[in-house]
């Protein structure tokens, strides 16, 4: 029997891979795109409905989990996996990518990170020890490291200083889970911004410490497509082939392909709940905005080879009339299909890995998802 941590590697297309990660909470194939839910769930969704779409990991976020509900709280009544109802692996986040979110909230220091709560306006410090001990609390399959998330256009020394920081708490971090505990394991992040020379020394710093996994952190955050692809390209051998490989806040249609052809296994990002609830939705025929007036009477289903509820059960005039009366349904029948897709694209990618045809089922979804999307915090 695998333990946790266990990675696998199966056949691969190039530099596209397909694997195995081994978690206490179960078996995860790769690639893979995680669902996003912040405070433990998937906005309108149930536990039932991701297991209905196959959704194999999901995301808690650590910050906002400490402050709402608290993790003590949290783990007095089972941990994350219980108190939420779901019984496949979870990631949460350190609370990195809030300093970049909340950077007009925060204040960096040696110690850590003190945010002033975007609810009450209470100050907490968010120290590399104190990080892993709220991951603990929740109990999640995979940790983060406490690291900071540089804006884009930061200079070079200002991008040195950071990835030194970023560094000395990784190793804090590691030190205050040594690895084994509950079985949860610690995944670095290489950062380093726009200076590939830096993302170089970020990685080995990183290898050197020692990981379960190793995750790229800092990219879509304003950048070109052109500037994160060059970056991704030139960042993702530079982390180990037999660990698993995080590309993290990334969720684009096009961007999920360019990932996977330089060898990332792991993606998440809000998009496809966030555009869900704006009335963006995906189809393998391409982007539909519901909201249109062209859909007022379409009694045709949003996409005719899709196996979700909403597909399967109504028209694109009932999914539009949903959201133009703002109806909480539209949210949850969004929601779902949008991840359906995601979903069924991840799996359509592995298999196209595993049969070598990986670089024309790429190019059919190019074909279909030629444009950029915006990427936020959810």
Known sequence: MNVPGTFTLGPGDGNARTGCLTTAHGDVETPIFMPVGTQGTVKSLCPTDLHDLKAQIILGNTYHLYLRPGDELVAKLGGLHRFMGWDGPILTDSGGFQVFSLSGLRQIAEEGVTFSS????????????????????????????????????????????????TTRWARRCRQAHPGGHRGQLLF???????????????AAQLLEIGFDGYALGGLSVGESREEM????GD????????RPRYLMGVGAPRDLLAGMAAGIDMFDCVLPTRNARNGTLFTFQGKV????????EDD????????????????KAYLRHLYVARELLSYRLNTLHNLTFFSIMMERARQAIRDGRFAAFRAEMEAVYPTDEEQTEE
């Open 289 to 296: 905005n519901i909201k249109r007036a062209e859909y007022r």
């Open 118 to 165: 975007h609810i009450d306006g209470s100050r907490h410090l968010f120290s590399p020890e104190k990080v892993i001990a709220i991951q603990q609390n929740l109990g999640s399959d995979i940790m983060m490291v406490l690291d900071e998330c540089v804006p884009y256009g930061a200079d070079r020394a200002y991008t040195e200083k950071s990835l030194a920081l």
């Open 188 to 202: 670095g992040i290489v950062q380093g911004g726009f200076f590939k020379d830096l993302r170089a020394e970020s």
């Open 229 to 232: 692809y060059d970056i991704l």
């Open 235 to 242: 960042a993702t051998p530079l982390l180990p082939a037999d």
């Open 300 to 315: 045709t289903p949003l996409d005719p080879t899709c196996p979700c509820y909403a597909c399967q059960t109504f028209s």
